[in-house]
């Protein structure tokens, strides 16, 4: 339900406070309460970080390729039970979510995205696909955060959202504005009684200076983003259901803030455990379930706000895993794997063929496409920025994005 | 009137509790009744001179360091962030307190990258050991420090292949700023720091590793070393200033009138950089107390967070406060980048508004973690009636400066005296008068 203006009037920072304590709200304080900041078409970017190194052979399985079986005698995943997308490639079979978004046109498959002269160390190949720059220098922001920095719009509205545990990730540090990090968007609820508040915040100041007049302008953007946020979430409780798990939780909770225009274009999250160097099968396939259902439930969502167009989701991992498992029935760090973009806005299918394992460098899948080229499609087909200066330099778009 | 000689007080400036309020959040952070009180009792000058020379000897402040140390072998930096900012609201040295936070974002280093609870805190403290003393030493020290040498790759900088990081950081933020110095000084430089490497969290001279052939930096020549390269940044022209100006960006607000900054840099110059005598003449100056600045800085999260702590003399647990203060944008021992946080208005967006205003929700309720108690205080401070409590509420948050029309609102209330002290500060904190300093 798209909130009107008089609308929001009505309920929100003008009908029941200010007019009821007497005290006038200055004419551009009452615009910016009202504006909301993400228009109705802008188009939002979600990247959900699989942390530990993913193992792409066991997600994106070649089932057809003997030598995919003779490498993984114990982890190996057979034809029948894979849930094929082409002849010669099946996603695991805890990932029915993902293939009935393969199987709606929502959902492709880079195959083989990697780096050249990878390096498995976590720590340092996670900054690479963070900054987008593998050069062995500092490099102190993430291509998400020049994003940010080059963005326009209002400079009180936040362009990026860090919804997870932990740091703010390289991935989306800036230089310019502070990017949000929060474990829940509870935070983003205006707490306690508010009618006190409001009176104190709207009322006009004789005097005020200018950076006086931009804090008031914020607290007051800043209830209102909160009241916009308590009418979508009063209205989620129609929305289609998310199995529990933490990753669906908080990106049932990115439903909630792109459909109540919240601001940010982008939007971060990880779902963490992807190191699997011992009994992998215990361990992956819950965790590529934990993916593949709570990112379907969150599209059932968005479908349901009819919104899911105006959505992406990308996923990415700082490596994949040895093609050989090891003694421990697991698998070491490795190099190249499959990235997966979803979205209606998508050319689904599967971009890339099977890995190629008779051509292996030092035991680990080769790269066919440099994760630039992902990235470069995304933001220049989806975020509409050039990739060339995000990017630092020049990387083929991979046409990700339909046109 | 905006200059550097003493401030005298009288018809147009008076010592009242504005003004005293305004000198003790500029110099530490929004005080509580008592502070307040034992300022407007010994003046201006004493005041100062207190800041400045303060010690803390207080129980308190050694149990806490001895945790620091014990949570650093811990590696435990989230906990090293709440014990942090709990020694802030603890502390009786503020000025102290505010100038290692000050120059841990002067010399913006990263856990990101050091990885090492225990480095940290080796360099937090060599900040808190410079914090008021020259800058030579403190900018000599740092060149040293290993957690610094790690962020900077230090230890990558070798003779025949010099690494240039630090030295270009050392001039461009450090230092002297943009535009005052040339490639040429800055790949010279970098040679005189070779062989200054760490290990194991130690600082240690490579003698092998460092090039001790004849360097040109801004056009002097000598077999300088690193400590030669700090000496010359000091005798730069530009140093003085370019600390001259973050200096009075800090302590008076935005943008500070260029006389006035070419006055504190002449101070910092004839004092050889000594910060306790440069401050001592800033925070007594005519400048300082221009109504100008008055309330003219937007609030750091840790400024917000630690003053309301302190002037209300709550109880916080560390993680509470850790967790605040990262929330709202500074999140200590990884500033975003080299460069520090940025300041001022780039601390509020609608996001971080919104989580201040619910710290102030947070710091009101009676079920909070950070939480005032309005009977202690109303016992404490003899508040016997609503008028009371409204008084105080305003004058410990907005230096008595009520808009008229919420004073009449607050004293027309009904409540008992416990929940009118609850309500009123709750929005006399999240007002946006609260968020400036």
């Not at chain 1, 909130?3 to 003008?14: M, N, P, Q, S």
């Not at chain 1, 050319?347 to 790269?367: E, S, Y």
């Not at chain 2, 790949?187 to 460092?210: D, I």
Request: glycine share 8%.
């Amino acid at each position: 339900m798209n909130i009107t203006r008089r609308d929001f009037v009505a309920r929100g920072l003008g009908g029941t406070t200010l007019l009821a304590s007497g005290v006038s709200l200055p004419g551009f304080l009452t615009r910016t309460a009202v504006a909301a900041p993400g228009a109705d078409d802008e188009r939002i970017l979600v990247v959900i970080q699989l942390t530990g190194g993913n193992d792409g052979l066991n997600t994106v399985v070649p089932f057809r390729d003997d030598e995919y079986h003779k490498a993984r005698p114990t982890l190996r995943i057979r034809a029948d039970q894979v849930l094929k997308l082409t002849d010669e490639l099946g996603l695991h079979p805890d990932m029915a979510g993902f293939k009935r978004l393969h199987d709606d046109g929502l959902l492709a498959v880079v195959n083989n995205v990697g780096y050249p002269n990878p390096d498995r160390s976590h720590f340092r190949s996670m900054d690479i696909w963070h900054t987008a720059d593998a050069r062995p220098e500092a490099v102190d922001s993430g291509w998400l955060g020049r994003v940010v920095d080059r963005g326009a719009g209002p400079s009180d509205v936040p362009r990026a959202l860090h919804l997870d545990e932990g740091a703010l990730p390289l991935a989306l540090k800036n230089q310019r504005v502070a990017v949000p990090s929060l474990r829940n968007i509870d935070a983003f609820r205006l707490q306690g009684d508010t009618e006190d508040l409001q009176r104190v915040i709207g009322a006009s100041r004789r005097d005020a200076s200018d950076d006086l007049l931009f804090v008031q302008r914020l607290a007051v953007s800043s209830c209102a983003n909160a009241r916009r946020l308590e009418r979508v979430g009063a209205g989620s409780a129609v929305s289609s259901p998310y199995p529990d798990y933490r990753l669906a939780l908080r990106l049932r909770q990115i439903a909630q803030l792109i459909g109540a225009r919240f601001g940010p274009r982008i939007y971060y999250t990880s779902l963490d455990g992807f190191d699997t160097h011992a009994r992998q099968a215990l361990a992956h396939g819950p965790l590529l379930r934990e993916l593949s259902d709570s990112v379907t439930a969150f599209y059932d969502d968005l479908r349901q706000r009819r919104i899911a167009d105006r959505v992406v989701v990308l996923t990415f991992s700082e490596f994949g895993r040895r093609v050989g498992e090891n003694g421990s029935q697991g698998t070491d760090h490795g190099a190249a794997a499959p990235m997966f973009v979803m979205g209606p806005a998508v050319r689904a299918g599967v971009v890339g063929g099977r890995p190629d394992l008779t051509r292996l460098i030092d035991g680990d899948v080769r790269h066919e496409c440099d994760f630039r080229r992902v990235y470069a499609g995304v933001l220049r087909d989806w975020l509409a920025v050039d990739p060339d200066s995000i990017l630092g330099r020049r990387f083929d778009p991979l046409a990700i994005i339909r046109s | 009137m905006t200059d550097l000689r003493p401030v005298e007080f009288g018809s147009h400036v008076r010592w009242n509790g504005k003004s005293a309020a305004h000198l003790l959040r500029r110099t530490g952070f929004a005080p509580s009744p008592s502070e307040l009180r034992a300022a407007l009792s010994v003046g201006a000058d004493a005041t100062v001179e207190r800041l400045i020379t303060a010690v803390d000897d207080s129980a308190r402040h050694d149990e806490l360091d001895e945790l620091g140390s014990a949570l650093a072998a811990r590696d435990d930096i989230q906990a090293l962030r709440g014990w942090w900012l709990q020694r802030m609201c603890h502390t009786r040295r503020p000025l102290h307190a505010r100038m290692a936070v000050f120059w841990h974002d002067h010399f913006a280093t990263s856990n990101a990258k050091v990885r090492s609870a225990a480095m940290m805190l080796q360099q937090l403290r060599t900040f808190e050991r410079h914090a008021l003393g020259r800058f030579e030493d403190l900018l000599l020290a740092i060149s040293r420090d290993p957690a610094m040498i790690v962020w900077l790759d230090g230890s990558e900088n070798i003779k025949g292949r010099p690494n240039e990081n630090y030295a270009r950081e050392l001039f461009e933020l450090f230092g002297l700023g943009v535009g005052n110095y040339t490639e040429t000084d800055i790949r010279e430089a970098a040679r005189a720091f070779t062989g200054w490497h760490q290990r194991s969290g130690c600082y240690r001279f490579s003698r092998l590793e460092h090039d001790d052939g004849e360097k040109v930096v801004f056009g002097q020549r000598g077999r300088f070393d690193g400590a030669d390269v700090v000496r010359l940044t000091l005798q730069h022209p530009a140093c003085a200033r370019f600390l001259a100006t973050k200096l009075l960006r800090e302590f008076l607000g935005p943008q500070p009138p260029e006389p006035l900054v070419a006055e504190l840099a002449s101070r910092l110059r004839e004092t050889e950089y000594d910060m306790a005598a440069s401050l001592r003449t800033l925070l007594t100056s005519r400048a300082m107390f221009d109504p100008r600045w008055y309330r003219a800085r937007i609030k750091s999260p840790i400024e917000f967070v630690v003053g309301i702590v302190r002037s209300l003399e709550m109880r916080a647990p560390a993680d509470a406060l850790a967790t605040a203060v990262s929330q709202l944008g500074q999140r200590l021992f990884e500033p975003p980048s080299v460069k520090g946080w940025d300041d001022h208005r780039a601390w509020l967006n609608s996001a971080t508004m919104l989580l201040r205003l619910n710290v102030a929700n947070q710091a009101t309720r009676t079920d909070g973690a950070i939480g005032v108690d309005p009977s202690t205080l109303c016992l404490r401070y003899g508040l016997a009636t609503r008028a009371d409590v409204v008084r105080f509420c305003e004058q410990l948050t907005l230096d008595g400066e009520l808009p008229a029309v919420l004073r009449e609102q607050f004293a027309a209330s009904d409540d008992d005296l416990n929940p009118l002290m609850r309500r009123t500060l709750r929005v006399l904190l999240a007002s946006p008068e609260y968020q400036m300093s």
